[in-house]
C-alpha cells in the first residue's frame, strides 16, 4: 500500500487543474496522485471539446466563474508562475443568443441586466440591431437577441490543458495509469482507492473527477450523483461563399449553435432526442447533419446553403439531470470527498475558477477566491435546483 495526501481520480482538464492548483499554492506541502484510466484522452469530454468561454449566464455565480476564466485566459502565463508557457490568446467573437418569442426575449434582458451589473459588456439588442450589425441572418422569426464581444468566445483549451498538466508534474504531482475500482471508506471518511491492478492508495482527500463516471465513482462511496453521459455533436465545415465577418456563436432556436472556426465553420448540436449513454459508446449518427444540423443553420443563414463538411465528430457531456449546472466542494455526509462534476458542457471554461477553488479547499478549509458554496452537494440531496436559463 502506498499512500498520498490527495488522490485525484481522472486526469483530464479538472484533475489536471486541481492538482496544479494544489501543487503550485505554496501553503501546501503534500503528495497529490492523479489516477487517470486512458492517459491518451483519446474520449475524455477535455479532447472532444469546443473549447468557448461566455459571460452570458442568468446565475451570477456562473458570470463570475467565466469572468474569472476570460481574466486567467488572458494572463495565463503570470497567473500561472510558468514562466516557459506560451501566451493564451481569447478570441472574443462572442455568443450571440436569437430570441423567437417574447418571454424568451424578455429572458434574455434579464440575464443581460445580471450580466451587466457584474461588468460583462452584454448587449440586449432587438432584430433590427442584429441585422445591422450582421446582414447575413435571416431574422423573420427572432425578436431579440443578447450578444457580448469583450472576453467571449473561442481559446486554446488544449495548450490551457497541456500546461496544467506540465506544471503539476514539475512540481511533483504523481499521474498513474489506472482505474479506480473501490474508495475504501471508516465511518463517513475515506481511507484509501483500490486500484484495478489492485494497488491500494490510502488518502486523506478524494477528489472525484471522473467526468462521466462521475456516478460510478460517488456509487463507490454510497454516494448518488445524478450525473450522466449525453452525445453531443460537433462539425466543421467550409463555405462556398464565406461570410464577410466573424461569425459569433450563434445560438438559434432551434438547439444548433454554429461559430466562426479560422478559416471554416463550427456547428453543434444535441441529437434529436437526448438519452443517457454509456461513457464508452461514441457511435455516430450520420442522419443528424442532414436531418437536423445543417437545415438549421441554412435557413438561419441563408450563405450555408452550399457548405461542405470537413470534420466531425461525437463527445458527452458530463450532464447533471437536476439542474445541469456542476456539482463541486466537499460532500456533506463524507467531508474529504470532494465533488468536481457535472458541468453539461461548460466545464472547460470554469476550470480555471473551480480548478483553484478546491486548491483552496483542501489547504485552507474555505474557498479564498469565489464562494462556490452555491454548486455544492447539499442541493443534490435536497432536489433544490439551480435555475439557469442560460443553457446550451
Not at 29 to 45: L, M
Not at 128 to 157: C, K, M, R, S, W
Not at 302 to 314: D, G, H, S, T
Request: aromatic share 10%.
Amino acid at each position: 500500500m502506498t499512500a498520498s495526501d490527495v488522490v485525484i481520480v481522472g486526469g483530464a482538464m479538472y484533475g489536471a487543474s486541481i492538482a496544479f492548483h494544489l501543487a503550485s499554492d505554496p501553503d501546501f506541502d503534500g503528495r497529490v496522485t492523479v489516477i487517470e484510466r486512458d492517459p491518451t484522452y483519446a474520449f475524455a469530454a477535455t479532447s472532444h471539446t469546443n473549447s468557448c468561454i461566455r459571460q452570458q449566464f442568468s446565475d451570477p455565480l456562473n458570470v463570475q466563474i467565466s469572468q474569472y476564466g476570460a481574466e486567467y485566459i488572458l494572463n495565463f502565463r503570470a497567473r500561472s508562475g510558468l514562466a516557459d508557457a506560451p501566451d493564451l490568446r481569447l478570441h472574443s467573437f462572442g455568443y450571440l443568443y436569437l430570441a423567437d418569442t417574447p418571454d424568451f426575449a424578455a429572458a434574455l434582458r434579464d440575464s443581460q441586466q445580471v450580466q451587466a451589473g457584474l461588468g460583462a459588456a452584454t448587449r440586449h439588442m432587438t432584430r433590427d440591431q442584429i441585422a445591422e450589425a450582421y446582414p447575413f441572418y435571416a431574422l423573420d422569426d427572432i425578436v431579440a437577441g443578447n450578444h457580448n464581444t469583450v472576453n467571449e468566445g473561442y481559446f486554446d483549451g488544449g495548450t490551457l490543458f497541456d500546461w496544467w498538466k506540465r506544471g503539476a508534474k514539475r512540481l511533483g504531482v504523481t499521474f498513474v495509469h489506472d482505474e479506480v475500482v473501490d474508495v475504501i471508506q471508516e465511518a463517513d471518511r475515506v481511507t484509501g482507492v483500490r486500484l484495478a491492478s489492485g494497488e491500494i492508495i490510502a488518502c486523506c482527500w478524494l477528489v472525484n473527477a471522473a467526468g462521466t463516471r462521475a456516478a460510478q465513482v460517488a456509487g463507490m462511496a454510497g454516494i448518488a450523483l445524478p450525473v450522466e453521459a449525453r452525445k453531443r455533436y460537433t462539425y466543421v465545415f467550409q463555405a462556398e461563399t464565406p461570410l464577410d465577418r466573424d461569425l459569433p456563436l450563434t445560438i438559434d432556436p432551434s438547439g444548433v449553435h454554429v461559430r466562426s472556426d479560422g478559416r471554416y465553420y463550427m456547428a453543434g448540436s444535441p441529437p434529436g432526442d437526448d438519452p443517457a449513454v454509456d461513457p464508452a459508446d461514441f457511435a455516430f449518427d450520420h442522419a443528424l447533419w442532414q436531418d437536423k444540423v445543417w437545415p438549421a443553420i441554412a435557413t438561419r443563414i441563408p450563405a450555408f446553403e452550399r457548405v461542405r463538411v470537413i470534420n466531425e465528430w461525437v463527445g458527452h457531456y458530463d450532464y447533471n439531470t437536476l439542474d445541469q449546472n456542476a456539482v463541486v466542494g466537499p460532500n456533506p455526509d463524507i467531508a474529504n470527498f470532494i465533488h468536481v462534476n457535472g458541468f453539461s458542457g461548460h466545464g472547460l471554461q470554469q476550470s480555471p475558477a473551480i480548478g483553484r477553488g478546491m486548491a483552496e479547499w483542501i489547504v485552507h478549509g474555505a474557498y479564498r477566491t469565489l464562494d462556490l458554496t452555491p454548486l455544492g452537494y447539499a442541493r443534490i440531496a435536497a432536489g433544490r435546483p439551480i435555475v439557469e436559463k442560460a443553457i446550451i
